[in-house]
């Protein structure tokens, strides 16, 4: 840097400084320098090593936090620990990917943990809670509430906020910055107490063992790949060498909607605070259509209350003219859908199976029977989630 400003003073001369500039572009493996590229023959700078220790929160007879009861599970998960192994192996493997990293696993309380000496450190969790909450967390030893910083901007606050910043965009999952969802063995956690002081150490709370967990069962791959980003990025490492982010819906095979699209078993999840929710599901004629509702709750209506996709329990139909409700003639609350934009209402509430008509071509839409056209009137809680077959 100080180099370029001595270029900028214009006290060397240009040749001088064109052969500093091109030596400091080279160093920096800028591709602007105008050298030509290696051959592949040649000796490459070795990658930078670096130490990498990825903790899964509670395990060895510690179950941790329990699933959401009445959810649907998938074979070996059965609670927070097992959850967090998961993820923790795939976070672990794709660092591994990456030339020149060393990644230990961590099961639990591991003593090899106390004083560790690693250039980033993670310890993987999840949250026990009623339905309705969903979002993820980060946080430092010492973080305050809402953030998970401490502002000094130091390592661990940097990693922190790397974490909060590829974590949202590779799931998708909204942050949870309500101050009283920070607890004191999650800003003061044990193990960011054992390690050295010298490594930079985060914990992450990867979402809601209720409402975000679909996505934590069903979509390890890309839950892995948020924190595994989030470490790649603090590192200053070029996330490319990390395998791309799967796709949450098989792509688009074609924009002219005449190619048969089969899909089996696609999870979208519908939020209650939005209006219509895209599902980048096209519908062709003739299509055979199955949605059903897998799992989650949303609007609690009164206190205490949630319901699922058919508005149960205690469904209400709001008959009256001046309700709000995009159908008059089907619970509040419950699932409706569409194909196209100006499609004819579809009543799904917990699951429904029907044909594509002629005239029923198009972008399939969810959203809850509930509000003007666009919600919220207030502020309603939760999601719930269903599986797409198309045939
Ligand atoms: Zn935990």
């Known amino acids: ?103 230990h696993l ?18 993987v969790h999840a949250d026990q809670g009623k339905p309705g909450i969903s979002g993820y967390k980060v946080s430092r030893f010492g973080g305050q509430k809402g953030s998970g910083l401490d502002g000094s901007g130091d390592a661990s606050d940097r990693l922190v906020q790397a974490i909060w910043d590829e974590y949202g965009s590779a799931t998708g999952l909204i942050k949870d910055t309500s101050p009283g969802h920070f607890t004191d063995d999650m800003l003061y956690y044990y193990a960011l107490g054992w390690i050295d002081t010298s490594t930079p150490g985060a914990i992450i709370e990867m979402g809601w063992l209720c409402d975000d967990l679909p996505i934590l069962l069903y979509e390890q791959e890309r839950v892995a790949h948020g ?16 395998p ?47 949605i059903e509702y897998v799992s989650g709750l949303w609007f609690e209506d009164p ?22 409700e995009p159908s008059h003639d089907f619970p509040k609350y419950a699932l409706i859908g569409k194909i196209g934009e100006g499609g004819a209402l579809l009543k799904i509430g917990n699951g429904l199976d029907f044909v594509a008509e002629a005239e029923t071509t198009g972008i ?17 809680q939760g999601a719930v989630t269903v599986t797409i077959t198309i045939r």
């Open 1 to 103: 840097m100080k180099l370029y400003s001595s270029r900028r003073n214009g006290r060397l001369p240009t040749i001088a400084l064109l052969s500093i500039f091109l030596f400091v572009a080279s160093c920096d493996g800028n591709t602007t320098s105008p050298a030509p590229p290696p051959n592949p023959g040649t000796t490459l700078t070795p990658p930078v090593q670096r130490v990498i220790g990825i903790q899964a929160g509670h395990g060895n007879g510690d179950s941790g936090a329990s699933l959401c009861s009445g959810a649907n599970k998938i074979p070996g998960i059965d609670n927070e620990a097992d959850l967090n192994l998961a993820i923790a192996n795939k976070v672990v493997e794709l660092l591994r990917s990456v030339n020149g990293y060393t990644v």
């Open 106 to 123: 961590y099961v639990g309380k591991d003593s090899r943990m106390k004083g560790l000496k690693a250039d980033a450190f993670v310890a």
């Open 227 to 242: 924190i595994a980003r989030g470490i790649v990025k603090f590192l200053g490492d070029s996330t490319a060498q990390l």
């Open 244 to 290: 791309p982010i799967p796709t949450r819906l098989p792509p688009t095979q074609s924009p002219v909607p005449s190619v048969t699209q089969e899909i089996s078993g696609v999870l979208f999840t519908i939020n209650a605070n939005r209006g219509w929710q895209d599902t980048g599901i096209s519908i062709v004629r003739g299509s055979q259509v199955s």
């Open 303 to 324: 206190p205490g209350q949630w319901h699922d996709a058919s508005g149960e329990p205690n469904p209400w139909i709001c008959t009256a003219p001046t309700c709000h």
């Open 364 to 380: 399939l839409y969810l959203r809850p029977n509930y509000g003007d056209v666009d919600i919220p009137i207030h502020n309603p």
